[in-house]
């Protein structure tokens, strides 16, 4: 058996027992579409891109090709939570298989190298971080990898929905280790993001095999819903018919919070809620209360969902219209892997496409924001290396995590910091100069990307605004699918013309309920009615278990409306500080270039305030209306 040093060697192997061996080895009586296809082509020692839908089966190809292949397969992921639960079965199975990440101690991730170097293994799980460390780059070359997989393949392109720079080094690994038969597979690919994976991966010559997006068990909604209010009717109107555990994706932290206690409070739904913003054992716990609840919700940012391993979610909501159709349709995704009727509903209001526009002009650094970057690693050389950490990078240069690491990327690339092998958990680099025009190079790629972010939030708003064609059929033809459907009803277009009704009009969109009349829903009115009592921003987020953020999120929404003075929350120094530096960055629409020009004593949390105060008074000065 795999596992007890009787793996057979690829030529042993007739591809007529494959059956008996899928039998055996995984319980199944036959492959899904496609993976047969794929499996045929790895062994033949061609390349294959793979794409297929949510839960059809991806991972089971490169699993069963360990089972055959003469040495190692190797299989980059980013979905470390899964990988325990995989490699589990796998050796329940008499497979020989581990995982390599940061959840092992130093010494069991050094055993289990050690096993990988002496070719022990037939399968190896590691996320693309790892591929710069030196002792297992030094345990690959003597392991011999015969088949490496990329899972999540889309991560490696720039034009994907969820970029992750550590993917642009598999290329190079990949060419290290003789370019062994690489199969890359994903649930989400454009036919531009597909060539873009073949291109970073160097695979010219590999098969594409599309099974296609279409999911006929999925039905697609879109509901109006231009303030608060409506949004919450929406989804309660969606729990009162749908029954079963549903995912609801907001756009904040903020709302993660506010929406789980509104529904925990007033409609008892036991709710829980994940974000960036939570310690990793936090995140976990959530993760797997969610898993082992029924009828549980959980309300979270797209941090969540990657890998999730639950086949029975009967809804997935988006409380806030998503950044592109590809992030869309994955999310979307994780309804119904059961292959059981779900539901899939986007809440439209047009003025939530500010958010996406926001986070857009935040994917990278600012030129400024990189020199800061470079400072501060510069700052940390001792004798020729600095070595720093995410965290304190993070810490220090108040830098999102995936923007920090876009950073670094653009660093990498623009020959001012050369990375050495890790030391432990931190980083380490040769530090070069930072040019004028490495600079100009770098600014110059982040505006071609976000010019592209924008092309795809449009063609997410033409999705949401539709009135004239199937929503399934916009979904596939955006992936270049142009195969039939076989779902019915697909989509509340379908439904509404099968029921001879009238197609709303999304873009007629009239007057917004303002922030006062929604106050009751969003929960700002027992944040308000702790301000009153005289308690500080600290002690109401302690009395309301939410975050710091949250409250000055809170905060500003009262000073704006005239409900909170701000001298109750930011002092007279502070205040004039930041107003000064509001004058010289010329604009209160983003609080970064803000925050660059003020000490480190100053947080976002009172910027944001004085920010609102300033368009309140901005507004006042224009009759009521903004500037």
Request: hydrophobic residues 40%.
């Amino acid at each position: 058996m795999p596992g007890d040093g009787h793996k057979p060697a690829t030529q042993a192997v007739d591809p007529a027992t494959f059956p008996t061996l899928l039998k055996r080895y995984f319980g199944l009586d036959a492959f899904r579409p496609g993976q047969r296809e794929a499996i045929d082509h790895v062994m033949n020692g061609r390349d294959a891109l793979v794409v297929m839908p949510t839960g059809s089966g991806k991972s089971l190809i490169y699993q069963f090709c360990a089972l055959i292949v003469p040495d190692t397969a190797l299989i980059i992921s980013p979905l470390i939570a899964l990988m325990k639960d995989q490699v589990d079965r796998l050796q329940s199975r008499g497979i020989a298989a581990t995982y390599i990440n940061s959840s092992l101690s130093g010494d069991e991730q050094g055993r289990r190298i050690n096993q990988l170097a002496a070719g022990k293994l037939d399968l190896v799980y590691v996320a693309p971080e790892r591929l710069r460390n030196q002792a297992f780059l030094t345990a690959l070359r003597k392991a011999r990898v015969s088949l490496l997989a990329v899972d999540e393949a889309h991560c490696i392109s720039q034009w994907g929905h969820d970029f992750r720079p550590d993917y642009l080094h598999i290329g190079a690994v990949r060419n290290m280790l003789g370019n062994p038969a690489t199969v890359a597979l994903t649930a989400t690919a454009t036919v531009d993001v597909q060539q873009d994976i073949l291109d970073q991966l160097k695979l010219p010559g590999a098969e594409r095999i599309i099974t296609g997006f279409s999911r006929p068990n999925l039905v697609f909604h879109v509901r109006y819903t231009p303030d608060l209010q409506s949004k919450m009717q929406a989804i309660v109107k969606v729990l009162g018919v749908v029954k079963g555990a549903g995912i609801i994706y907001v756009g904040t932290r903020r709302e993660a919070e506010e929406l789980a206690m509104t529904l925990e409070g007033q409609y008892k739904v036991p709710s829980f809620v994940y974000h960036g913003g939570m310690e990793k054992s936090q995140r976990s716990l959530m993760q797997d209360a969610f898993l082992s609840t029924s009828n549980a919700v959980m309300i979270a940012t797209n941090a969540f969902g990657m890998g999730v391993d639950r086949a029975d979610v009967r809804f997935v909501a988006h409380y806030n219209i998503p950044g592109s159709v590809e992030a869309y349709y994955q999310e979307a995704g994780r309804a119904g892997r059961d292959g059981k009727l779900a539901q899939c509903m986007l809440l439209y209001a047009p003025q939530d496409r500010k958010l996406q526009e926001w986070f857009i002009e935040n994917d990278s650094p600012s030129r400024n924001e990189l020199i800061g970057l470079h400072r501060v690693i510069s700052s940390r050389n001792r004798n020729g290396v600095s070595s720093v950490s995410i965290d304190d990078l993070v810490r220090v240069t108040r830098l999102f995590e995936v923007k920090l690491r876009v950073g670094l990327s653009q660093l990498e690339a623009a020959g001012s910091l050369a990375r050495l092998e890790n030391e432990g958990t931190n980083l380490r680099y040769e530090v070069q100069e930072l040019t004028e025009d490495a600079l100009d190079i770098a600014q110059a790629d982040v505006q071609r990307r976000r010019a592209y972010k924008r092309a795809q939030l449009d063609k997410i708003i033409d999705y949401a605004e539709t009135t004239t064609r199937c929503r399934q059929r916009m979904l596939v033809e955006h992936f270049g699918d142009a195969g039939p459907l076989n779902s019915k009803p697909c989509c509340d277009w379908h439904i509404r013309e099968s029921r001879g009704e009238a197609h709303p009009n999304y873009k007629d969109t009239g007057p917004a309920k303002s922030a006062a009349e929604t106050a009751k829903v969003s929960s700002v009115d027992t944040t308000a009615a702790l301000f009153a009592e005289g308690l500080s921003v600290k002690e109401v987020a302690v009395r309301r278990g939410l975050t710091l953020s949250t409250i000055y999120h809170h905060a500003a929404q009262l000073i704006g409306e005239g409900q909170l003075p701000l001298r109750q929350l930011v002092g007279e120094s502070a205040e004039l500080q930041i107003r000064n530096a509001v004058a010289q960055a010329g604009a209160v629409d983003r609080l970064a270039p803000i925050k660059l020009l003020l000490p480190d004593s100053i947080d976002y949390g009172e910027i944001r305030c004085v920010v609102a105060a300033i368009s309140a008074e901005q507004k006042a000065a224009n009759g009521g209306s903004a500037p």
